[in-house]
């Protein structure tokens, strides 16, 4: 403008000039957001190219040219630049002609309303994609934490006594029912044990019921005991309790044994024999068909492309009879009969079932439970293969080189009991409580922050907002406790959260500031910076809105002023009279 202004005056020199400011909601970009979200193409924005009008203003006085701002955009200012562009090509023309009737009542360009920027709207918290049924399914034939070997034409296949008993009733049945064990020894070295070690084990025999469950707490109690005696006595780590057939009353298995055995998957090797089942099936189970059955227990799914003809699916058919899946032998009757798309409800079905089971088993009974945490203001059971396939943390703490490899007790120190609880429940379940407090739920942002749970963090983040959105529509006074929330957000990588609190106090600066200035001062420098930024309505809009006002009451005055001078020369051409 400073360029091309005095080129046209001095060129056309009566030829009407308005300035037009385009592009106006660039003002409220973030210039960082914009840059990132560009277009190859596109002009990257900076900070100087951001025109406030308070330098615009110093401009047009100058100038002395009419001046107004445009957002394609928005729509705003578009009718203005053209209304006021007609308006000042109509005075021209009336300056430029004698008489003109029609252009007599043409006013000037008129004053344009500041830009008012939008209301910041409260950012949504997206949740964090689900990876519940993912992680069940790393599980098949994954060797860690695993405390049950199906042993099948001299091939062994591992699984985890937890995910069988939650999805098969025949496996909770076998592995958690009681039944008749008799315990041997793998040498006559641990036949002549000391009379302690063997009143130990009797008594805690006694006291438990027999099951395979129970034999493997009974077994694991005396771990170290075992373990020292067979070092003593040079014989093979392996202690055996079996049972037969007859026992066992399976048409899958012919023997079952708890044994003793070496951990290699633990940092601490030599110390650390866990107990574990050994199930035999029998000789006419394919090894195939029982692998799909036990694929089917821990994804929820089968691969059909996987049976090549008639006879393997018989067999399959056959095996799942033997262990009563009866959701297999639907998926395959559907499969003849192409009805593929029902398969995805039964399914679905099967995973609530066993979600709804690990719920009820392991969250609310906590039976099979082998690691214990102590917390701030309580102790809290839970299950190590759980943890270990839900949070990596958990795996590198419970399977790697700590010393919460080797112990069944693990320390937790600034967690509560509470939070916890709710953190067990994401892992086992992938929900959370439908009611928690806002304490409980920062802890649990601050234990998920940890344990590196970007899910169960955004999920407690959703709750928080909820809460917070709940009393503010309540017209309850909630900006003390924003301020605090967005410390601790921001202390735990509460990423969401904190960009929700941030917009709030954003939003009603004004009344924050005038209530808890004190208090929004101890939010740091950068916070500061960002809230002065961001602020709504800005200070140029104020600044503006001020300028506007004044300007607009002058008008009004010289108006008024005008019309009563119009009046005062009326009443007195009225009161002359030439024909008297």
């Given at each position: 403008a400073c360029m091309w202004v005095p080129e046209v005056r001095r060129n056309l020199p009566r030829v009407p000039i308005i300035i037009v400011g385009t592009h106006l909601d660039m003002?409220?970009?973030?210039?960082?957001?914009?840059?990132?979200?560009?277009?190859?193409?596109?002009?990257?924005?900076?900070?100087?190219?951001?025109?406030?009008?308070?330098?615009?203003?110093?401009?047009?006085?100058?100038?002395?040219?009419?001046?107004?701002?445009?957002?394609?955009?928005?729509?705003?200012?578009?009718?203005?630049?053209?209304?006021?562009?007609?308006?000042?090509?109509?005075?021209?023309r009336r300056s430029t002609r004698v008489w003109n009737s029609k252009l007599k009542f043409v006013n000037g360009p008129q004053l344009q309303a500041p830009y008012r920027p939008p209301t910041p709207y409260s950012p949504p918290v997206h949740i964090a994609e689900c990876t519940f049924d993912e992680d069940f399914t790393k599980m098949f034939q994954n060797d860690l934490c695993c405390n049950i070997w199906f042993l099948s034409q001299s091939v062994s296949i591992p699984?985890?006594?937890?995910?069988?008993?939650?999805?098969?009733?025949?496996?909770?049945?076998?592995?958690?029912?009681?039944?008749?064990?008799?315990?041997?020894?793998?040498?006559?070295?641990?036949?002549?044990?000391?009379?302690?070690?063997?009143?130990?084990?009797?008594?805690?025999?006694?006291?438990?019921?027999?099951?395979?469950?129970?034999?493997?707490?009974?077994?694991?109690?005396?771990?170290?005991?075992?373990?020292?005696?067979?070092?003593?006595?040079?014989?093979?780590?392996?202690?055996?309790?079996?049972?037969?057939?007859?026992?066992?009353?399976?048409?899958?298995?012919?023997?079952?044994?708890?044994?003793?055995?070496?951990?290699?998957?633990?940092?601490?090797?030599?110390?650390?024999?866990?107990?574990?089942?050994?199930?035999?099936?029998?000789s006419d189970i394919p090894l195939h068909a029982f692998q799909t059955c036990l694929q089917y227990l821990y994804s929820g799914t089968i691969d059909t492309a996987s049976l090549q003809d008639d006879s393997d699916s018989r067999e399959l058919v056959r095996v799942a009879s033997y262990l009563q899946l009866v959701d297999i032998i639907e998926m395959i009757e559907n499969c003849k009969n192409n009805e593929t798309l029902l398969n995805e409800l039964i399914s679905l079905k099967f995973l609530e079932h066993r979600t709804r089971q690990i719920s009820e088993l392991f969250l609310t009974k906590r039976l099979l439970s082998d690691v214990e945490f102590i917390l701030d203001n309580g102790r809290v059971m839970a299950h190590k293969t759980l943890l270990t396939f839900r949070s990596e943390v958990m795996a590198a703490m419970l399977c790697g080189h700590f010393m919460e490899s080797s112990n069944n007790i693990v320390e937790l120190p600034g967690t509560t009991k509470e939070a916890f609880n709710i953190m067990l429940q994401y892992l086992y379940t992938d929900t959370c409580p439908l009611t928690i407090h806002s304490s409980?739920?920062?802890?649990?942002?601050?234990?998920?922050?940890?344990?590196?749970?970007?899910?169960?963090?955004?999920?407690?983040?959703?709750?928080?907002?909820?809460?917070?959105?709940?009393?503010?529509?309540?017209?309850?006074?909630?900006?003390?406790?924003?301020?605090?929330?967005?410390?601790?957000?921001?202390?735990?990588?509460?990423?969401?959260?904190?960009?929700?609190?941030?917009?709030?106090?954003?939003?009603?600066?004004?009344?924050?500031?005038?209530?808890?200035?004190?208090?929004?001062?101890?939010?740091?420098?950068?916070?500061?910076?960002?809230?002065?930024?961001?602020?709504?309505?800005?200070?140029?809009?104020?600044?503006?809105?001020?300028?506007?006002?004044?300007?607009?009451?002058?008008?009004?005055?010289?108006?008024?002023?005008?019309q009563r001078k119009r009046s005062f020369s009326g009443s007195r051409r009225r009161k002359i009279c030439f024909w008297k």
């Open positions: 003002r409220c970009r973030d210039v960082c957001s914009y840059n990132q979200q560009k277009s190859v193409l596109t002009k990257s924005l900076k900070e100087s190219d951001i025109i406030l009008p308070d330098d615009v203003r110093l401009v047009i006085e100058d100038m002395r040219c009419p001046y107004y701002e445009s957002s394609v955009l928005s729509g705003y200012g578009v009718s203005d630049v053209f209304d006021n562009a007609i308006r000042a090509a109509l005075l021209y699984a985890h006594s937890l995910l069988l008993i939650a999805s098969s009733d025949a496996f909770q049945k076998l592995l958690l029912s009681e039944c008749v064990w008799t315990e041997t020894s793998t040498g006559s070295d641990w036949q002549q044990g000391d009379d302690r070690n063997t009143s130990r084990r009797t008594r805690s025999r006694c006291n438990s019921p027999t099951s395979l469950s129970a034999d493997l707490s009974y077994i694991d109690a005396d771990t170290e005991d075992v373990y020292d005696d067979v070092i003593t006595r040079g014989t093979s780590p392996s202690v055996c309790v079996t049972t037969n057939s007859d026992y066992l009353k399976h048409s899958a298995f012919q023997q079952a044994e708890v044994r003793l055995l070496n951990n290699p998957k633990s940092a601490q090797s030599q110390c650390c024999n866990i107990p574990v089942i050994i199930l035999t099936l029998r409980d739920a920062l802890d649990t942002i601050a234990l998920s922050n940890r344990l590196c749970l970007p899910r169960l963090v955004n999920m407690m983040e959703e709750k928080i907002v909820e809460e917070l959105t709940l009393s503010h529509n309540s017209e309850e006074d909630i900006s003390l406790d924003v301020i605090k929330i967005l410390t601790y957000a921001q202390l735990h990588n509460a990423d969401q959260l904190s960009g929700w609190c941030l917009t709030y106090l954003c939003r009603h600066y004004n009344e924050v500031c005038h209530c808890h200035g004190k208090t929004l001062k101890s939010l740091g420098i950068e916070n500061e910076k960002y809230l002065q930024r961001h602020r709504w309505p800005p200070i140029w809009y104020l600044k503006e809105k001020d300028v506007y006002d004044k300007k607009l009451h002058e008008k009004e005055l010289i108006e008024e002023r005008q």
